[in-house]
């Protein structure tokens, strides 16, 4: 109980790092989402063909590569380390972000144009036909009901971002995984340790579920 | 329907009881070699800890303790069968059963040695730092050449006041979980921003992409890499460290309440070390004798 007690401190404050990179990790991967999935709508190839590639090597390899690829792998060449991204690329707490950022958005791109494409084409018709810029008709028709038709698959990238946040330990970042693996090396009490760990998971992907239900409940009565 | 959700929630919890438990049925069934010596022994290794214990290029356990088990399990008449596993949950699964020993370079502490039992110890090497050749901590001068935590003298203290004035600000890596992780938090933790690796090698990593100004660990362990081309730019600076919390060397690591175990493991030790072979050993991996009296 005094481990537990005296451990608590340290475990919140590797929730909290957790949180940071759950919030920056999607709202950054949000943003690049939305640009994939109009690159992927594209019907010109070499906008189309890129996208297609980044969505597909970030879908089909383990983030925990990645993450390796860019911590370790682009720390080797002396190019990246004078170059200007290096003070990003030298922490790991941004290493973490870009990797969770650029895999997450992989996925939610993919999601984003399965609920773009799901806009029936009467309503871009009658758009047109109330004479709409496509920027507008994208802002006001398109993207809204996108977003209405993808909550629930974004609910669960969402919810899967916060777990995948617990492989930032492997590249010495002390989130709330780094934090349980750090204090059960020394009270050689892992299972207590990661029960709460767990508890605290949960926590959070108990908030994330709620509020996609709300949200989605809110939608829905708007529409 | 809440009949259903109990049943189910303690048939979980048992199997989950199950995973963990020791396994004591295979501990004694078709054991005994030599008196409580299960055979085959099974034994946790790192397998990231040049030259202690490492994998070779084909993917085969190889360095100072794998030979060194193999001598011992022979003096014991059972076979060792080796078992690569992360460094941070080795003691745990220890407990929990899953092998028999540990032998990955781990220290003999106060602190372990509450969880576990430890055989003699086999080696002991101190912990040094280790910067860039460019960087100006190679200039100092700490005024001593070892520092032994277990009694510390007023020279000594200087050194490490000094030290920590010398390092103020910089981020230093040790691997996590070790007794050097233990020394910076305990003895620089205010004054630097320490970073955790899972394994010697990527700490070694780091230090080339220069995220790391300075690293501690095990003297031994530094050599593999500072004998790498990739090691030629860096260098040991300041004391070495030993004693208090360093522990008293390197040793096996089994369960408590193994003392058949545990005698069949000293009494090889001894063999080994009375005989030489401790000490072939030692000069073949380590390039010198690092073997304990």
New interface residues.
């Given amino acids: 109980m005094d481990m537990i007690l005296s451990a608590l401190p340290s475990l919140l404050s590797g929730a909290f790092v957790t949180v940071q990179l759950v919030a920056w990790s999607l709202a950054l991967g949000l943003v690049l989402a939305l640009l994939v999935a109009l690159a992927l709508l594209s019907p010109n190839r070499l906008i189309a063909g890129p996208a297609a590639l980044y969505v597909f090597l970030f879908r089909s390899t383990p983030l925990l590569v990645q993450l390796f690829l860019i911590y370790y792998g682009a720390g080797q060449f002396v190019a990246v380390r004078e170059s200007f991204l290096w003070p990003l690329l030298r922490e790991p707490y941004w290493c973490a972000i870009i990797a969770l950022t650029l895999n997450t958005a992989a996925y939610t791109a993919e999601i984003l144009r399965g609920g773009i494409r799901a806009v029936p084409f009467g309503q871009i018709e009658a758009a047109r036909a109330l004479g709409m810029h496509r920027g507008l008709m994208f802002r006001r028709i398109i993207l809204p009901q996108a977003f209405r038709q993808i909550l629930p698959a974004y609910g669960n990238e969402m919810i899967q971002m916060v777990q995948a946040t617990s492989l930032a330990s492997t590249i010495t970042l002390m989130e709330l995984t780094g934090a349980a693996r750090t204090i059960a090396s020394r009270s050689f009490q892992p299972v207590e340790l990661f029960v709460i760990a767990g508890a605290i998971y949960l926590a959070m992907n108990f908030l994330i579920a709620q509020a996609v239900r709300w949200g989605e409940k809110r939608m829905a009565a708007a529409a | 329907m809440k009949k259903w959700i109990a049943a189910l929630a303690l048939a979980g919890v048992t199997a989950l009881a199950g995973c963990?438990q020791n396994d004591q049925a295979g501990q004694t069934a078709g054991t005994n070699a030599a008196g409580g010596v299960p055979n085959p022994l099974r034994v946790a290794t790192e397998g990231a800890y040049p030259p202690y214990n490492m994998v070779d290029a084909s993917g085969d356990l190889v360095g100072f303790e794998i030979d060194m088990m193999k001598d011992v399990c022979k003096r014991m008449g059972t076979e060792c069968q080796f078992v690569a596993q992360a460094w941070?949950?080795m003691?745990?699964a220890l407990?929990a059963g899953r092998f028999d020993a540990i032998v990955a370079g781990m220290s003999i502490t106060d602190?372990r040695a509450q969880?576990v039992d430890f055989s003699a110890g086999y080696t002991t090497t101190p912990a040094y730092l280790v910067s860039a050749n460019a960087n100006p901590l190679q200039q100092e001068d700490f005024g001593v050449e070892k520092v032994d935590l277990t009694e510390i003298t007023p020279e000594e203290q200087a050194a490490i006041d000094k030290l920590r004035a010398a390092l103020k600000g910089k981020v230093m890596?040790v691997q996590?979980?070790t007794i050097h992780a233990?020394f910076a938090e305990q003895y620089l933790g205010d004054v630097v921003t320490l970073?955790?690796?899972?394994t010697q090698e990527?700490l070694a990593?780091?230090m080339?992409?220069?995220?790391i100004e300075v690293g501690l660990a095990d003297a031994v362990t530094w050599n593999a890499f500072l004998q790498r081309p990739e090691g030629k730019d860096f260098s040991f600076f300041g004391p070495g460290f030993d004693g208090g919390l360093f522990g008293r060397g390197q040793g096996i690591a089994i369960a408590k309440n193994r003392p058949d175990l545990l005698a069949a493991l000293n009494k090889a030790l001894a063999e080994m070390k009375a005989d030489g072979s401790m000490k072939n050993l030692s000069v073949q991996w380590f390039g010198f004798d690092t073997a304990m009296p």
């Fill in positions: 963990g941070d949950g003691i745990p407990q602190e969880a890596g996590t979980a233990n970073r955790r690796y899972d990527n990593l780091d080339q992409t220069g995220r």
